[in-house]
């Protein structure tokens, strides 16, 4: 197995409460061209948080100001020296897994992709990695969602499981947009037994990386170490991004698809350039404080939780 190095004031919209209800196997080296390493790398002092804010009831939060917001870096606070907080454009990366354990599932997982897509922008961009021994990137980046859902239509369950080795590769193709709100969909059925690399790098890269992921797990109640293990895999590496994993049996996906879609686009973006950043690789902790307006409720935010400081 190859080893490469470490690669609104509060406004809870219409559209929101309608729409929403509420050990890894060593494997030859492929014969194909080696997919990206886990060698991504900061390569400004600008860091980006993406967060979302929720209300009590955990609907999404839109129309908050950069002054409801503190940023610390491992306990220091820091200045938010930009604030997105429109509904831009979103790139995101749909991750489709389609290995054997899938089986049934896979009806009602491209029936949530279709809800997903069904409340997209028209400037949103899309892009389509399946995954079953290896990951396949089916659709580049694009506008045009029919034709990843015509690619899911044909799309079978079969063979292992390389969820890890699938994650670097979207977050590979995540590279060519321009867009600033960037995230990661991962429908699957938990569980890795069949990637190349291992989870300290696929968190070396997610770590250094500002797309956010979201994860809908699909569990089965299977016995198997991955498929155990696979809750406890999907919301660390979400929850670090600002994402989080959510559970849905098969006939809840669609719901659940839709409502991520909703929080996706009440999305906000804050940037803080480190204070005294060292250049020395260590990673750093950041909280994200929210200060509701005058007569508000306790608002709940997520946010990426660090990133590895740049090397020289």
Known sequence: MSAPRSL???????IAVAQVTIPQRKKPAPKEAPRPGANIRVDTSLILVP???NDPINRPVSGLEKENFRVYDDGVEQEITQFAM???????????????SMGEKLRMSRMAAHTFFKISNPEDEFFLVEFDNEPHLRVHLTHDTGGIEDQLTFSK???STALLDAILLALHEMKNTKRTKKALLLITDGGDNHSRYSMKEVQSVVRESDTLIYSIGVFGGGTSVEEVEGPSLLRKISEQTGGRMLVAGAQELPD???KIGVELHNRYILAFAPQNLQRDGKYHRITVKVVPPRGLPKLHATWRTGYNAPLE
Do not use: M, N, R
């Open 8 to 14: 609104a004031l509060l406004c809870l919209t219409a």
């Open 51 to 53: 967060c979302t804010v």
């Open 86 to 100: 429109d509904d831009e454009p979103v790139a995101v990366g749909l991750v489709f897994d389609t290995s054997g």
């Open 157 to 159: 369950s079969k063979g």
């Open 256 to 258: 659940i698809a839709q």
